[in-house]
């Protein structure tokens, strides 16, 4: 029996991950889940981008210190900064936001009924403890962006369990 939203045979799902300014959270979270993806042998079925919601820092690439975290993790950031579009909602089939101003200000371009494609990133966190935001580790330390790292990897891996349940795509 196949499920509704099977996936086989069709194009890849896409997902876009969004912060505030695409140089520290949701350019990580991008590079975290393509490893992901590639582990899982799913390059076919899944493509991700990230975004987001302000133009602060549109054309740079991911902040140092995220990208010196993530390569202490064995992950190379290939990305450039850019702002999350209108059209971008239509184009991708899942957006993940990365805290929940970043998601109020998504839901506040699109139409009410595009919604149900728009998640919380820590929505898959098993550890959330009921926390829903990725902290925003821009202005804090070196700290901050180990933790962040710690959150993205655990939520990710769960939420490509979801996308291989809800899709079907193993
Ligand atoms: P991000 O972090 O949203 O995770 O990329 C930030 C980057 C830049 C600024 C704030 C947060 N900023 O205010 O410039």
């Not at 981008?49 to 950031?77: L, Q, T």
């Not at 966190?125 to 926390?131: I, L, R």
Request: hydrophobic share 35%.
């Amino acid at each position: 029996m196949q499920s509704k939203k099977s996936h086989l045979n069709k194009r890849p799902i896409k997902v876009m991950f969004v912060c505030l300014g695409n140089i520290c959270r949701s350019p990580l979270a991008e590079a975290i889940f393509k490893k992901q993806i590639q582990q899982a042998d799913l390059m076919d079925s899944v493509f991700c981008d990230s975004s987001g919601v302000s133009s602060y820092h549109v054309g740079s690439g991911p902040d140092k210190r995220s990208a010196a975290n993530a390569r202490n993790h064995g992950i190379e950031i290939v990305h450039k900064a850019r702002q999350f579009t209108i059209q971008d909602f239509k184009e991708f089939d899942q957006i993940i936001a990365m805290d929940s101003s970043n998601f109020e200000h998504i839901v506040s371009m699109e139409n009410k009924d595009q919604e149900f494609k728009l998640f919380r990133m820590r929505e898959f966190d098993p550890k959330s403890n009921g926390k829903l935001d990725v902290p925003d580790p821009y202005f804090g330390g070196e700290g901050g962006f180990e933790e962040v790292f710690q959150i993205l990897d655990r939520s990710l891996s769960n939420y490509l369990d979801y996308l291989i349940e809800e899709y079907h795509l193993k």
